[in-house]
């Protein structure tokens, strides 16, 4: 791969990455939990790496070819957010909270956003219509190898992004907890509405 190809894939995966979604809206939701920034954070890349390597083994053209299969994946990301979406809504994060929660809760929150990233079945397509765009056919790295940099470069820039906007959420809302909550109504909000417009896709298909 040439210096050109990979400048270009950042380029447009810094875009994807900066654009509030619901990966933000987890960020912001664990930015206000005591020292859960990390493993919420921790999620999440597993999540975008695990559609790399699906992308990078070649599953995810099989996938992406199954209509019934990606329907169920659409369905069960959509369903999931839905739900942490409506519990971020009915008991909204505060600072204060945070400070009482288990030792577990550290595992909870990678596995919630390995879900949050993992289960998004847009995540997958788009890795699936961009990674391969930028790989080099003469280029002496096996293409799966070049998708698997060009996978681990986004996740690098996933990690600085997200850990900015986690560890912004916390320091500007610790003392504000009634703006806390505010915040945490409208991430939840965020993937409500992720979530509805998910379903609304498969319901016009």
């Not at 505010?182 to 417009?197: E, F, P, T, W």
Request: charged share 10%; proline share 5%; hydrophobic share 60%.
């Amino acid at each position: 791969m040439t210096l050109h190809i990979v400048a270009a894939f950042w380029a447009v995966s810094f875009l994807f990455i900066i654009t509030p979604g619901a990966d933000w809206a987890y960020a912001i939701s664990a930015g206000m939990r005591e020292r859960r920034v990390a493993p919420a954070v921790a999620g999440l890349l597993s999540g975008h790496l695990l559609a790399t390597l699906i992308v990078a083994a070649g599953v995810g053209a099989l996938l992406a070819n199954s209509p019934m299969v990606m329907s169920l994946l659409t369905l069960a990301g959509a369903l999931y957010l839905l739900w942490l979406g409506v519990g971020m809504i009915r008991q909204p994060s505060t600072p204060a909270e945070g400070q009482v929660e288990g030792a577990d809760s550290w595992f909870r929150w990678a596995w919630k956003g390995t879900c949050v990233s993992g289960m998004n079945p847009k995540v997958l397509l788009l890795f699936l219509a961009l990674l391969p765009q930028f790989t080099d056919p003469l280029s002496t790295w096996p293409i799966p190898a070049q998708i698997l940099a060009l996978g681990s470069l986004h996740a690098l820039s996933c990690a600085v992004v997200y850990l900015l906007v986690g560890f912004g959420a916390q320091a500007v809302l610790r003392t504000r907890p009634s703006a806390a909550r505010a915040v945490s109504r409208v991430s939840g909000a965020i993937m409500i509405v992720i979530a509805l417009i998910l379903l609304a896709e498969q319901v016009l298909r």
